[in-house]
C-alpha cells in the first residue's frame, strides 16, 4: 500500500517562508517521479512543482518560478517543497503526488501521478 504523508503547512504573513514535506512508502521511491499540486477554495487543482526520480531535473508553474524550490532525498523516502516569498495568492491545500510510471518525465497534469497524499493547508495572510 502506498502512502504519502505531507507535513510543514499552516499560516504565514506575505513575504514568509514555508518549508513542505512528503514522506513516501510502499513504493520503491528513487524510481518515481514526485510532484507537488495545490488546490485553491472553488478552484481546480494545478501543477506547482515536479522532480526527476533522482532529483536531477525540475520543473515550476510560471507563478511560483523563482520563489519556490522542489527536492528530495532518496535516503528518507522524502520530498520537500521550498516556498519563499509566499503570496496571498498561494493560498491553498498543497498536495503531493507520485507519478504513476518508473522513471516518467517530469509531469504537469493531474491524471500522470496515481498516488496522492491528504494534503496540508497552506494560508498566507496578514
Known amino acids: 500500500q502506498v502512502q504519502l504523508v505531507e507535513a510543514g503547512g499552516g499560516l504565514v504573513q506575505p513575504g514568509g517562508s514555508l518549508r513542505l514535506s512528503c514522506v513516501a512508502s510502499g513504493r520503491t521511491f528513487s524510481l518515481y517521479g514526485m510532484a507537488w499540486f495545490r488546490q485553491a477554495d472553488g478552484k481546480e487543482r494545478e501543477f506547482v512543482a515536479a522532480?526527476?526520480?533522482?532529483?536531477?531535473?525540475?520543473n515550476y508553474a510560471d507563478s511560483v518560478k523563482g520563489r519556490f524550490t522542489m527536492s528530495r532525498d532518496n535516503a528518507k523516502n522524502t520530498a520537500y517543497l521550498e516556498m519563499n516569498s509566499l503570496k496571498s495568492e498561494d493560498t491553498a491545500v498543497y498536495y503531493c503526488?507520485?507519478?504513476?510510471?518508473?522513471?516518467?518525465?517530469?509531469?504537469?497534469?493531474?491524471?500522470?501521478?496515481?498516488?496522492w497524499g491528504q494534503g496540508t493547508q497552506v494560508t498566507v495572510s496578514s
Open positions: 503526488a507520485t507519478h504513476r510510471k518508473i522513471r516518467a518525465v517530469l509531469g504537469t497534469s493531474t491524471s500522470e501521478y496515481d498516488y
Open positions: 522532480i526527476s526520480w533522482s532529483g536531477g531535473a525540475t
